[in-house]
């Protein structure tokens, strides 16, 4: 039988989470049933529905494809390489890119046993097969991981894709700073300044 410090144990694993909090929302959903009610129906309708868009990757419920990946007015000659759904959407917030996107799910990194074939790149090859992209922006966060992960993935298509063009975004981003928590006009700026590599 769960005891409530199987459900603070399970919290404390959440992303920016330390058991202090987890053990405040532990018995926050133990005192308002109500609201646990709510929470539980809701995790448990996108535990069962939740899908991967066909072409990006990204999270969509009860469709194949996402709605960028689906529209018709996108510049289908672009396609920007993004390390989690979080990074689309601050660029999308920014309205300065308008093509397509790349989830990667995450970066290379070697010390969290998270290797190129954990990542969503053998989908890439086959959508840079598939599709006539003229252009690719690496969006990888300015971190370690980030720039090994854009290394990596320019190496790869510059050996395999000579008539794509690689930019990358440019360094208005600090360094070790993450998109998802860039203001517009910074993010917007890093993509109009991109990079050619």
Known sequence: ??????????????????K??????????????EYSGDFIKVLSYIKDNI?????????????DKCSICSSDSR???????????????????????????HILGGT?????????????????????????FEEILVATNPTIEGDAT????????KTTFQNIKISRIATGLPM???LEYADKHTLSKAIEQKQYT
Not at 51 to 63: E, Q
Not at 120 to 132: A, W
């Open 1 to 18: 039988m769960y005891q409530i410090e199987d459900l603070i144990a399970i919290l404390s694993r959440l992303p920016g989470l330390g």
């Open 20 to 33: 202090k909090t987890a053990s405040k929302l532990a018995y926050f959903f133990v005192n308002n049933k």
């Open 51 to 63: 899908k991967f868009c066909s072409d990006c990757g990204c999270f969509i419920i009860n469709s």
């Open 75 to 101: 510049n289908s000659k672009i396609l920007c390489i993004v390390e989690e759904q979080k990074d689309m959407i601050a660029i999308e917030e920014t309205g300065v890119f308008s093509g397509f996107y």
């Open 108 to 132: 290379i990194n070697p010390l969290e046993n998270r290797t190129p074939e954990k990542l969503r790149i053998k989908e890439l090859l086959f959508r840079l097969n598939q599709k006539d």
């Open 150 to 157: 854009f290394l990596y993935l320019q190496n790869l298509i």
């Open 176 to 178: 070790g700073g993450v």
